[in-house]
């Protein structure tokens, strides 16, 4: 990454009502069905959670396309890259099962402007993958681990890039599992920066939630 490119985050915010299906999976995490576990409910919630961002991860993208730029959209769910698929006709895709070949051809689609959309899995595209045609990426999912998403907002951030970049995570308010994972992966961050080297929180997305 250069040190000298700025990254910025920048939360989106909505407010969706949510069905039947995901105010189970809310309640159970609190007062969970027999044979639940806490991974398997924040799956389907985080999946869930996918179909209800589509619509503003959507809207995002089409204006910063019509504005004459690229963008990398970011999920871990197939059900969701496929929805993205179908709308964004011409988008390259990155995501788990391809051949190394596929994925280079994708990537140099991309780089080449062809299309100025990836749709982009973060753990099939989260290392080693440059993506910098884009200065915008738009993150839809939340991993468990804060260095998966430092790494995937890093395939735009990278050597080769000219512009500073803009990160978009487009996050439910009224999602407790959605919170959650924001707190989670902010509260690791810190661990890890004070335990290798002492320092500041570097990956604070609760406290940038606040300031957006």
């Not at 995002?60 to 890259?81: H, K, R, W, Y």
């Not at 430092?150 to 951030?157: A, F, G, K, L, T």
């Not at 050597?159 to 994972?181: K, R």
């Given at each position: 990454?250069?040190?000298?490119?700025?990254?910025?985050?920048?939360?989106?915010p909505i407010e969706p009502t949510f069905k039947r299906d995901y105010k189970d999976i809310e309640r159970r995490l609190y007062y969970p069905d027999k044979d639940d576990?806490?991974?398997?409910?924040?799956?389907?919630?985080?999946?869930?959670?996918?179909?209800?961002?589509?619509?503003?991860?959507?809207?995002?993208?089409?204006?910063?396309?019509?504005?004459?730029?690229?963008?990398?959209?970011?999920?871990?769910?197939?059900?969701?890259?496929?929805?993205l698929k179908d709308h964004f006709k011409n988008a390259c895709e990155i995501r788990g099962g391809m051949s190394?070949?596929?994925?280079?051809?994708?990537?140099?689609?991309?780089?080449?402007?062809?299309?100025?959309?990836?749709?982009?899995?973060?753990?099939?595209?989260?290392?080693?993958?440059?993506?910098?045609?884009?200065?915008?990426?738009?993150?839809?999912?939340?991993?468990?681990?804060?260095?998966?998403?430092?790494?995937?907002?890093?395939?735009?951030?990278?050597?080769?890039?000219?512009?500073?970049?803009?990160?978009?995570?487009?996050?439910?308010?009224?999602?407790?599992?959605?919170?959650?994972?924001?707190?989670?992966?902010?509260?690791?961050?810190?661990?890890?920066?004070?335990?290798?080297?002492?320092?500041?929180?570097?990956?604070?997305?609760?406290?940038?939630?606040?300031?957006?």
């Amino acid at each position: 990454v250069l040190p000298n490119l700025t990254k910025q985050r920048q939360f989106i915010p909505i407010e969706p009502t949510f069905k039947r299906d995901y105010k189970d999976i809310e309640r159970r995490l609190y007062y969970p069905d027999k044979d639940d576990t806490y991974m398997g409910l924040a799956m389907t919630g985080r999946k869930l959670l996918g179909q209800y961002k589509l619509d503003t991860s959507i809207d995002l993208a089409e204006s910063l396309i019509n504005s004459g730029e690229s963008v990398v959209i970011v999920t871990n769910f197939v059900d969701t890259a496929d929805k993205l698929k179908d709308h964004f006709k011409n988008a390259c895709e990155i995501r788990g099962g391809m051949s190394d070949t596929a994925k280079q051809q994708a990537k140099e689609d991309f780089q080449s402007k062809k299309t100025p959309v990836c749709i982009l899995n973060m753990t099939a595209g989260g290392v080693g993958i440059t993506l910098t045609a884009a200065h915008a990426m738009i993150i839809i999912d939340y991993a468990w681990l804060p260095s998966d998403m430092i790494q995937v907002e890093d395939r735009i951030c990278r050597v080769g890039q000219t512009e500073n970049c803009m990160i978009y995570y487009v996050y439910c308010e009224n999602s407790t599992l959605d919170t959650t994972f924001i707190d989670m992966i902010s509260s690791k961050s810190a661990n890890i920066d004070l335990v290798v080297d002492n320092s500041e929180n570097s990956y604070n997305l609760s406290e940038e939630k606040l300031v957006n």
